[in-house]
């Protein structure tokens, strides 16, 4: 058979299950590339990959997916890598600036705008805007240096009461039943032990691996996790975008 291709998130958040993979007679068996995750939508959309770990807006654009495992990237409340950054108040900002590296967290941003902030803001893709979303490595350590810092995992659980899954690992096809046994053993033996992927990482003042990996992360898709992704996609749905 034809290797399986496959498109990993290239965030720290998503080492553990690289290690996991790497380690395991499965890695014989797929193409793995690592992108962005927005760009791990598209392939996946696109049909360029069979699978990958893709943020859960994008389920919204494909008719036919198959959630494989029992794993993802999420937590319960502040994860400490998504975030709202602002030089004011976020209940005086207007306009609001997306990250292309991101899908579920530019609508999570929305989202909680409009239902808990309780705010009709501008939306940019490009510009300066008063705050803007980040996400990933690229937020490491800088939530004491920014004025203000908005955690999305925290205020989403605040609004919901439910933890959150931002991306899940996902086919456009039917796989074989052997190898996403295979897989989703290769992602536990990962998660199992995040910090193991902790020595060599750029160090950022300010930032601890161990917790972000151990504690504000939080990899497995439970029943709670999955009552959030489907109220995410109806709110989701209803924002005009
Ligand atoms: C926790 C994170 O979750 C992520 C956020 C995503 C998004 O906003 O689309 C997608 C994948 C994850 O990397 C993070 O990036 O820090």
């Known amino acids: 058979m034809d290797k399986i291709a496959i498109s990993a998130v290239s965030y720290t958040n998503t080492l553990p299950f690289l290690n996991g993979i790497r380690n395991s007679d499965v890695i014989n068996a797929i193409d793995l590339s690592v992108d962005y995750p927005s ?24 008719s036919n997916y198959h959630i494989i495992g029992d794993y993802c990237i999420g937590s319960d409340g502040a994860v400490d890598s998504v975030f709202i950054f602002s030089n004011k108040p976020i209940e005086e900002i207007k306009t609001l600036l ?20 309780k705010k009709d803001i501008e939306v940019l893709t490009e510009g300066e805007a008063d705050a803007y979303v980040l996400i990933g490595d690229r937020t490491f350590g800088k939530k004491n240096k920014v004025p203000f810092a908005y955690d999305m995992g925290y205020y989403w659980k605040d609004m919901t009461g439910l933890p959150f899954a931002f991306a899940v690992w996902v086919s456009n096809k039917e796989l074989p039943e052997d190898f996403q046994e295979a897989f989703n053993h290769a992602l536990a033996k990962g998660v199992a ?49």
């Open 98 to 117: 997306l990250d292309k590296q991101s899908r579920t967290s530019n609508g999570l941003a929305q989202i909680l705008l409009k239902h808990y902030w």
């Open 193 to 241: 032990r995040p910090e193991d992927v902790i020595p060599g990482l750029p160090v950022y003042e300010g930032f601890d691996y161990h917790t972000y990996l151990t504690e504000s992360l939080d990899f497995h898709l439970t029943v709670d996790k999955r009552k959030a992704i489907d109220l995410y996609l109806e709110l989701y749905a209803k924002l005009k975008i």
């Open 39 to 62: 760009e791990c939508a598209r392939k996946v959309i696109d049909n360029e990959v069979d699978m990958g770990i893709i943020p859960i807006a994008a389920l919204a654009k494909l």
